[in-house]
């Protein structure tokens, strides 16, 4: 499978809900993501596993925090805006991050993976980190990326192997 090939344009333009751009609607929904993790865990360093176009690094930055992110799409890291491109990269969360983070985001980005890679990547971001904001929708197949959609208590369990349990 050429995972980076299918988060092209044409998967941002068609398979996010909204279209993906830099947008009021798109920045705001990260800020009030990016409020609430600061409200709960107060990091000083977070990853964004995961972070597509950079707004989530965005947010974090502009309360604060040092972020950065990475994700596997050459096409999305393009679109990362200009101010963020040294805190943004291209590659795997299924490959060893340069450093440890307070907190490590992944956000309905392990559902896109293939399970041996999804396992990788688990214990990647567990070996670099303490804390873990993860989601993933549970129910939706239809999207043609999502080859590995899981309820909530499979995604505890792979957690839990590397003692991270959901609270």
Same mark, same amino acid.
């Given at each position: 499978?050429?995972?980076?090939?299918?988060?092209?344009?044409?998967y941002?333009?068609?398979?996010?809900?909204?279209?993906?751009?830099?947008?009021?609607?798109w920045?705001?929904?990260?800020?009030? !993501?990016?409020?609430?993790?600061?409200?709960?865990?107060?990091?000083?360093s977070?990853?964004?596993?995961?972070?597509?176009?950079g707004?989530?690094v965005?947010?974090?930055?502009?309360?604060?925090?040092?972020?950065? *992110? @990475?994700?596997?799409?050459?096409? #999305?890291?393009?679109?990362?805006?200009?101010?963020?491109?040294?805190f943004?990269?291209?590659g795997?969360?299924?490959?060893?991050?340069?450093?440890?983070?307070?907190?490590?985001?992944?956000i309905?980005?392990?559902?896109?993976?293939?399970?041996?890679?999804?396992?990788l #990547? !688990?214990?990647?971001?567990?070996s670099?980190?303490?804390?873990? @904001?993860?989601?993933?929708?549970?129910?939706?197949?239809k999207?043609?990326?999502?080859?590995? @959609?899981?309820d909530?208590?499979y995604?505890?369990?792979?957690?839990?192997?590397y *003692?991270?349990?959901?609270?």
């Amino acid at each position: 499978m050429k995972t980076p090939l299918l988060f092209d344009e044409y998967y941002y333009a068609h398979d996010c809900g909204n279209p993906c751009r830099r947008d009021e609607v798109w920045l705001t929904f990260f800020d009030q !993501i990016a409020r609430r993790i600061i409200e709960q865990f107060d990091p000083k360093s977070v990853l964004d596993a995961g972070c597509a176009w950079g707004f989530l690094v965005e947010a974090f930055r502009n309360h604060g925090v040092e972020a950065f *992110g @990475v994700d596997i799409s050459e096409y #999305a890291i393009r679109n990362v805006h200009p101010d963020l491109k040294s805190f943004c990269w291209k590659g795997s969360i299924a490959e060893s991050f340069p450093k440890d983070y307070d907190l490590i985001t992944c956000i309905e980005v392990l559902e896109h993976m293939p399970q041996r890679e999804e396992e990788l #990547a !688990i214990e990647n971001l567990c070996s670099h980190t303490n804390e873990i @904001v993860f989601s993933s929708t549970p129910f939706d197949y239809k999207e043609a990326t999502h080859v590995n @959609v899981h309820d909530p208590e499979y995604w505890a369990g792979q957690f839990a192997r590397y *003692g991270f349990y959901r609270d």
